[in-house]
């Protein structure tokens, strides 16, 4: 038996402790009502009070400008893949969406999109393998399309954008499902930003939507109420029952990061977090990584062995040890470490010193 596990999953993933060990304590009682959070209704006004605190305090650390909603849906990221052309292809005659073809996430965005929208591919990195973000040349969006998708952390590959696209007058949207809150980020340049909550936020199944106002009311006729943004914005996330429980645990996990100093300070620990891997693996022709270091993740980091066949004796031992779900995706196989938020440096140490135990008895 060891004494701590590391969960080093890429989501549903690992929560902080803190917020584990509150979710605990007030499990039966939530807040001397005598009832859990999860037995009360939607609309009664203590649950109300956690969903506009969660809010505020999402705009609190993120410096959210005035003209953006905050909504919480359901769904998680990918039913988002179809409420997106839903709800936005509208505002242009053509109703062309461009779509930037990064890996997996980023091609079943737009795959789910041709379904409801004029769907274009601009630019896509599939040839090399997703191993970096694909060149986009700004004179390359049509000045006419309802907007632009990408999606800004590929989870897979362990890439990231390090600068978004500038766009014009078309809006930007970014899937950061696998970053919401790691890094600081200028929402002003963005139309809409969203992510399912398993990897950062709290729960699966549900997601936020961070969206302009200025985008709202161009939803299809046909679009179902429940992936309509402009009816979940007026009816404050509760045209039906929400994931009551999900919204809670976001408010937890929030105040949890205002505790550690926001987001420019958990930036800087996903940094050094990940700087750590990353010395490991390019100080060594054991390991090799997947993204290109000029579009390397600081939230998943993507590695092989260079002798094959030896991952499946890496993944059991490093389980053997407390790290705890270090497999690859199954589209790429190798050995992945999804070090989100609250993953402490403690967790990254422990795995970069396995790793480098790992190559002394084996390289
Ligand atoms: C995990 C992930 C998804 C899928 O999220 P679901 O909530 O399972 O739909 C979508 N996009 C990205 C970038 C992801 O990392």
Request: aromatic share 10%.
């Amino acid at each position: 038996m060891v004494d701590k596990i590391y969960n080093f999953g890429a989501g549903p993933a690992m929560l902080p402790e803190p917020v584990m060990q509150q979710i605990q304590k007030e499990w039966l009682d939530f807040e001397g009502m005598g009832v859990s959070i999860i037995e009360i209704s939607h609309r009664a006004k203590e649950f109300v009070a956690v969903l506009d605190e969660a809010q505020s305090l999402f705009r609190e650390l993120t410096g959210l400008p005035d003209n953006y909603r905050v909504l919480f849906v359901h769904g998680g990221a990918r039913m988002q893949f179809s409420a997106l052309p839903l709800n936005f292809a509208g505002r242009v005659p053509s109703r062309k969406c461009l779509y930037v073809e990064s890996g997996n996430f980023a091609g079943l965005a737009a795959k789910e999109a041709k379904t409801f929208c004029d769907m274009e591919i601009i630019a896509s990195s599939a040839e090399a393998d997703y191993n970096c973000i694909p060149e986009l040349d700004s004179g390359q969006i049509d000045q006419d399309a309802a907007y632009l998708h990408i999606t800004s952390n590929n989870t897979l590959y362990g890439t990231r954008w390090n600068q978004f696209p500038e766009t014009g007058k078309v809006p930007l949207i970014a899937d950061m499902t696998s970053e919401l809150l790691s890094r600081q980020i200028d929402y002003n340049k963005f139309g809409v930003v969203y992510a399912g909550l398993q990897k950062n936020l709290g729960p699966s199944g549900m997601a936020m939507v961070i969206v302009r106002d200025d985008l709202l009311g161009y939803a299809e006729k046909k679009t179902p109420t429940l992936l309509n943004y402009t009816q979940c914005d007026k009816d404050n996330s509760l045209t039906n029952t929400t994931n009551t429980f999900a919204v809670y645990v976001i408010k937890l996990v929030l105040e949890w990061l205002k505790g550690q100093g926001g987001i420019a300070a958990i930036e800087q620990l996903n940094e050094q977090k990940s700087a750590r891997l990353y010395k490991v693996i390019d100080g060594s022709d054991f390991y090799r990584s997947i993204a290109q270091p000029k579009h390397r993740s600081i939230m998943n980091v993507s590695f092989k062995l260079a002798i094959e066949g030896l991952d499946v004796k890496f993944l059991e031992e490093a389980n053997d040890v407390g790290l705890y779900a270090l497999k690859g995706h199954r589209n790429v196989g190798g050995v992945r470490a999804s070090i989100y938020n609250p993953m402490p440096l403690a967790g990254v140490e422990k795995l970069a010193s396995f790793m480098e135990e790992f190559e002394c008895k084996n390289g």
